[in-house]
Each structure stands twice: as structure tokens, then as C-alpha cells.
Nanobody, 123 residues
Framework: QVQLVESGGGLVQPGGSLRLSCAAS????????IGWFRQAPGKEREGVSC????????YYADSVKGRFTISRDNAKNTVYLQMNSLKPEDTAVYYC????????????????WGKGTLVTVSS
């Protein structure tokens, strides 16, 4: 059974850090582009960061550039999102999603989605 499970969310103060994990089961991440997305209350889901399957190229939304880092550990079948210098506007449910044999990474057209992990940035 194909599954993506996010973990690592929680409550953190502004300026703090969290590391999210996206663990895959039922398939091998090597050939999948993985994206992190987030959805804040009352807002549309938006792309945060992606790592492509073909050459590991990474993408970051302007709002997180320089603060977030995406990485993958294919041996552990897991993708991470290191989030530093967190701001209240980063508060959202964070989802990971996969797209097989493609560099596509967007809100629509991903093959599988996790159920999300909540990140709350507040003092």
C-alpha cells in the first residue's frame, strides 16, 4: 500500500526551528519528485519546496528561500524539510506529495499525498 506519512510538526516560537519528515512506504522514492505544500486556515494550499527525481534539483517558494531546506535520504525512503527562522505566517498544515517518473511538482497532479502535520508558530 502506497503511503506518505508526515511528522515533526508542533508548536514553536518565532525564530525557532523544526524539521519535518515525509516517510514513504509501498514505493521507492528514488524515482519520485517530492514536494512540500502547506495550507493555512482560510487560504489555498501553496507550494513550499520540491526536490526533483531526475537530478535532485530543488525549488523553494520566495517566502521560504534562505530559511527552509529540503533534502532526501533515499536509503531511509524519507524526505525532510528543515525549517529555520520560523515566522507566524509559516503557521499551516504541511503536506508532502509525490509524483513518479517526472519532475512535475505542483498543487494539482501529484500522485500521492500525506495527511499533513500541523506547524504552529506563536509566542
Amino acid at each position: 500500500q502506497v503511503q506518505l506519512v508526515e511528522s515533526g510538526g508542533g508548536l514553536v516560537q518565532p525564530g525557532g526551528s523544526l524539521r519535518l519528515s515525509c516517510a514513504a512506504s509501498g514505493f521507492t522514492l528514488d524515482y519520485y519528485t517530492i514536494g512540500w505544500f502547506r495550507q493555512a486556515p482560510g487560504k489555498e494550499r501553496e507550494g513550499v519546496s520540491c526536490t526533483s527525481s531526475s537530478d535532485g534539483t530543488t525549488y523553494y517558494a520566495d517566502s521560504v528561500k534562505g530559511r527552509f531546506t529540503i533534502s532526501r535520504d533515499n536509503a531511509k525512503n524519507t524526505v525532510y524539510l528543515q525549517m529555520n527562522s520560523l515566522k507566524p505566517e509559516d503557521t499551516a498544515v504541511y503536506y508532502c506529495a509525490s509524483k513518479g517518473y517526472s519532475d512535475y511538482c505542483g498543487r494539482y497532479g501529484m500522485d500521492y499525498w500525506g495527511k499533513g502535520t500541523l506547524v504552529t508558530v506563536s509566542s
